[in-house]
């Protein structure tokens, strides 16, 4: 896998001869470090005289956050603009195990803690999923408003200034050192609902903002197929809720999706109910219909509490990165096919290039350059697109058509895919298989896959 020719969306390298001093046109708070990461790198730009770096961060959710606390900790000056502080995505909200250790997560902010998964066919065949878990594992269920707002105050705690506001646009520097100037609305509770139009100078700029990530228009970042996720948040009974105390539901079939998945994922008290499709946007709301449906015995009695709606993107923008301006999370296109995960991913390249930064920079003391941000790129590229280009070709082959919908959960049914699928998810690392048992998940496959064609011959037979 790791051999897998990686795609380049890199721009042209420039480089850093000389700095210009600048002026924010907004009193910042008070840097405090309690904590710097120490870095020790060899650079021929200039230092910073009397300053340190600035950088901002468009964009609150799980990539900004994780950006802005990696810079402040590492000695930047970090300014983070979010409009909605208690911004709810339709997001279904699962992290992987590693992810709670990796980024420190309190137990406190973790919804559920799902032990067992039902994948289940177009034809409501349900295997059950997760009997290789060992005891101390599961997949953490989250509200997106409660882990964006933890890692945005946990940013803050090292430092970083939190600013309430729309981002506008961006004007570029006129030359390699010169500032980008962001244009704003503030929101301070002091102007109502309009906002104060402000601006903001900084050195270098993270574009963490989303699928319509106004920062990826701003450097002309290019276009990708985006998916619309439709979800339902559904207060159900509470003798019903037991069911989903530690239970996940993947629902798959033309009916709830041609091209992904419905869902049901537990949260604190209450369930999230879900689906998403690129290729037929109009007919969401039949799908979503159609996920209740299935789901309709064991929901039944709920009460919808809110209902969400959002783009989530298919694949990395062309352009991911111009100058000093890099995006990252959905803004950058990190969502995996098939899966349709993408938390993790926008906190790890926040965090990734984060640090890219904080080393070019060394600690906010020097200026960085397209080079020192390209860093993080490569990074990344070396480290998941093998991983993106495996889900691609399995959402192509098992989310075509119902019949290889059913091999694919005939497929889930087996023990050791369980325990591949479980292990390079909870850890995200490549797991080596056994030579044997791949051997026999391969003629397995093979199997499900002819059997999957002669079904969808016969069932054309039938519509003729």
Known sequence: MNSMALKSFVGLRQSSLETTPFTVHQKPATINHPQKLKVIAGKTSPKLQGRNLRVAIVGGGPAGGSAAETLAKGGIETFLIERKMDNCKPCGGAIPLCMVGEFELPLDIIDRRVTKMKMISPSNVAVDIGRTLKPHEYIGMVRREVLD?????????????????????????????????????????????????????????????????????????????????????????DDKMVYYENLAEMYVGDDVSPDFYGWVFPKCDHVAVGTGTVTHKSDIKKFQLATRKRAEDKITGG????????????????????????????????????????????????????????????????????????????????????????????????????????????????????????????????????PLEDIKLAINTIGSLVRANAIRKEMDKLNV
């Open 303 to 434: 009460k919808i509490i809110r209902v969400e709606a959002h783009p989530i993107p298919e694949h990395p923008r062309p352009r991911r990165l111009s100058g000093r301006v890099a995006l990252v999370g959905d803004a950058a296109g990190y969502v995996t096919k098939c899966s349709g995960e993408g938390i993790y991913f926008a906190a790890k390249s926040g965090r990734m290039c984060a640090e890219a930064i904080v080393e070019g920079s060394e600690n906010g003391k020097r200026m960085v350059d397209e080079g020192d941000l390209r860093k993080y790129l490569e990074k990344w590229d070396k480290t998941y697109w093998p991983t993106y280009k495996v889900l691609d070709v399995l959402q192509k082959v098992f989310y075509r058509s119902n019949p290889a919908r059913e091999a694919f959960v005939e497929m889930c049914a087996d023990e050791y895919v369980q325990k591949m699928t479980f292990d390079s998810y909870l850890y995200k690392t490549v797991v080596p298989g056994n």
């Open 149 to 237: 707002a933890y890692l945005r105050d946990r940013a803050k705690e090292n430092g970083a200034t939190i600013i309430n506001g729309l981002f506008l646009k961006m004007d570029m520097p006129k030359d390699k050192n010169s500032p980008y100037l962001l244009h704003y609305s503030g929101y301070d509770g002091k102007t109502g609902g309009i906002g104060e139009k402000r601006t903001l100078e900084v050195d270098a700029v993270i574009g963490a903002d989303g699928a319509n990530s106004r920062v990826a228009k701003a450097i002309d970042a290019g276009d990708y197929e985006y998916a619309i996720a439709f979800q339902e948040r559904i207060k159900i009974p």
